[in-house]
């Protein structure tokens, strides 16, 4: 490696990542470390971040191998921007870069994992489009691309008891926190579905509809929604909130509708 003051940081880093279970806060520590110094490194000579004209090649891979780390110990502290921001730098590796570093190894789990990032942000545009730059043969090969891909067919179809079955079928235990996400989000959508069509449900029944491994769960869930939980009949009962009585004037459309039609019969 072309820059001896990162190489002790950086296999520090690996040992770390790699330990069982990671050593999240020593990563984060080393990560915040190394970036500065590969800042200041481009800013002064190798342009390790933002490679120029003819650029080391051992060092690049180096660099891109601490981004991906980043990357992943980003989704393990459960920090979206953090991932974003390393997802960025990563791209000029895997686009700009893609034909002279060798291949990585983490590539295609962090490219899932951003396409899945996209789908719990709703940017199903954007999904599409990263879809649209990937190989052909990832598509329906890769286990980390076919999983995001899968998961957004689901969703699409309405297949929401699949994207639950997928979390225990992620290829990295990364992806499930992405899974929990979408599964906050599919809950949510079905329990505005139940607001409107039930006054009330069994707690058994609610937990099942709601993919709930445990009735302690739904019913903070409940409670986080504003809905009435009766253990003792074992019956949710949902709040209709903003929704107000609506008294028909019955009297005076029977009036009216009298009214238009003897109005008819004068016509005839």
């Not at 870069?97 to 990032?117: E, F, M």
């Not at 029977?254 to 016509?267: G, K, M, S, W």
Request: glycine fraction near 4%; charge should be negative; aromatic fraction near 10%.
């Amino acid at each position: 490696m072309a820059v001896p003051q990162l190489v002790q940081a950086y296999n520090d880093l690996k040992k770390a990542f790699t330990s069982k279970p990671p050593n999240l806060q020593k990563c984060g520590t080393l990560l915040t470390t190394l970036k500065a110094r590969l800042q200041l490194i481009s800013l002064l000579e190798a342009g390790l971040l933002f490679p120029g004209e003819n650029p080391n090649k051992e060092d690049l891979v180096v660099t891109r191998d601490i981004l991906e780390m980043g990357a992943l110990w980003s989704i393990r502290n459960k920090d979206v921007p953090s991932f974003d921001r390393y997802f960025s730098q990563l791209e000029i590796f895997y686009v700009d870069y893609a034909s002279y570093l060798p291949p990585s190894q983490r590539q295609y789990c962090v490219q899932g994992l951003n396409l899945i990032r996209l789908l719990t942000q709703n940017r199903i545009a954007d999904f599409h489009t990263k879809l649209e730059s990937l190989p052909a043969d990832a598509l329906q090969e890769n286990i980390y691309i076919k999983h995001p891909v899968n998961l957004e067919r689901w969703l699409m179809e309405g297949s929401y008891s699949k994207v639950w079955v997928a979390r225990e079928e992620a290829p990295a235990e990364e992806y499930k926190f992405f899974v929990d996400s979408l599964m906050g989000t599919i809950r949510n959508e079905i329990a505005s579905c139940e607001e409107a069509a039930y006054e009330s449900l069994p707690i058994r029944d609610a937990a099942a509809l709601l993919f709930f491994p445990s009735q302690t769960d739904l019913i903070q869930f409940a409670q986080q929604r504003g809905w009435q939980v009766n253990p003792s009949a074992g019956m949710i009962i949902f709040s209709k909130k903003g929704e107000e009585s609506v008294e028909i004037p019955k009297q005076k459309m029977i009036v009216a509708a009298l009214q238009y039609a003897r109005e008819l019969e004068q016509i005839v």
